[in-house]
């Protein structure tokens, strides 16, 4: 009774009872902000746990293999582990969060401090995942296409960018994270006393505030710079280091049985498993962008944009969860060392 009659006004100006008031408000949410529930809610959890737990298993399990063995403590493997805790934090922070809004997209019970962390996890680990995998295309063609120089991609060496990555994505995330905060509907009302609105806590959100413009700027500038600009950056480096490759493979079969040609072998093993990993990441972070490029270039919204966006906001969310869960998949297929790592911890 306290929630409800307090909060909406009858047909005829007065508080209405409290279950004509209740139903009221519930069809007044209804029509402005559509079903508390989504439509997509039971097949996207499914699709969710299912990532969840290869994901989480698959990153813990990368983690360990690599703090666990002294052997595997090089530069490649750190921007490897920095990756899997990046995806750990979105598995086991953001994607509860996201389930929870489609399993009740309003009310936002988590007050504006849960809106704030919200949208800056989102936005860090995503700002992380990008420069932790062009720091790692970084040092992969340093050390295949330039060997002499490989004595300036230490261990330390890596632990700094890794560093200098996460402070970059913390402060980076800063701007987005500031133009949100909850927003809560009133409702109009009149009364023998005068015209005037009431709130509606149930429809509070976390959503944009700021003016629509700075959110514009912000997303597209992120994408070009946190995005288009390091895949492009990340193809000219696998282009080079493809064409240094296809010149030791002329040289290999002859130093099949030598230390070096074994080395070379190991390298490209490894190099064609993040080259790999980076095609996965390009394909799993593209529908996202475009999801949030395509929320602020649309100013006027119909019907068809909204199931568009809907459908594309399903799809690049689980191509985003995905990307959390498959690269210890694909160390698993493509290493061996990482393989019989895996088996021994496991």
């Known amino acids: 009774e306290e929630k409800c009659s307090n909060l ?35 097949p996207v959890c499914l699709t969710y746990m299912v990532i969840f737990v290869v994901g989480v298993v698959g990153n813990l399990l990368t983690c360990s293999v690599i703090a666990r063995n002294k052997m595997m403590w090089t530069p490649t493997n750190y921007y490897l582990f920095s990756l899997a805790v990046s995806d750990l934090l979105v598995l086991l922070l953001g994607m509860p969060l996201e389930l929870y809004e489609l399993w009740q997209n309003y009310p936002f019970l988590l007050g504006s401090g849960g809106c704030y962390f919200k949208t800056f996890l989102f936005e860090t680990v995503c700002l992380a995942s990008i420069l932790n995998v062009t720091a790692l295309s970084m040092e992969r063609y340093i050390a295949v296409v330039h060997p002499l120089a490989k004595v300036r991609v230490t261990r330390t060496h890596a632990q700094r960018v890794i560093l200098v990555v996460w402070g970059v994505s913390v402060l980076c995330a800063l701007p987005n994270t500031s133009l949100h905060g909850i927003q809560v509907l009133r409702r109009p009302c009149s009364s023998a006393i005068g015209n005037f609105s009431m709130e509606i ?18 997303i597209q500038v992120t994408t070009l710079l946190f995005f288009v600009l390091p895949m492009l950056t990340i193809t000219a480096f696998y282009m080079l280091i493809g064409l240094r490759l296809r010149r030791e493979k002329m040289q290999q079969a002859l130093e099949a049985k030598s230390e070096l040609g074994q080395q070379k ?10 080259f790999i990993l980076v095609v996965v990441f390009a394909i799993c972070w593209a529908p996202f962008h475009t999801d949030r490029l395509m929320w602020s270039f649309i ?27 498959v690269n210890p998949i694909l160390y698993n297929l493509m290493s061996t060392r990482f393989r019989e790592m895996f088996k021994e911890v496991m």
């Open 265 to 274: 072998a190991r390298r490209q093993q490894v190099t064609k498993m993040l």
């Open 299 to 325: 100013s006027d919204w119909t019907a068809n944009h909204h199931e568009i966006f809907q459908y594309v906001h399903i799809i690049s969310g689980v191509l985003f969860y995905i990307s959390s869960a």
């Open 201 to 218: 806590p149930d429809s509070a959100i976390c959503t944009l505030l700021k003016p629509r413009w700075m959110y514009n700027l912000t």
């Open 8 to 42: 909406t006004c009858g047909a005829n100006g007065s508080l209405a009872d409290v279950d004509e008031a209740c139903l009221m408000e519930e069809d007044y949410l209804k029509t402005l902000m559509g079903p508390r529930r989504s439509s997509m809610f039971f």
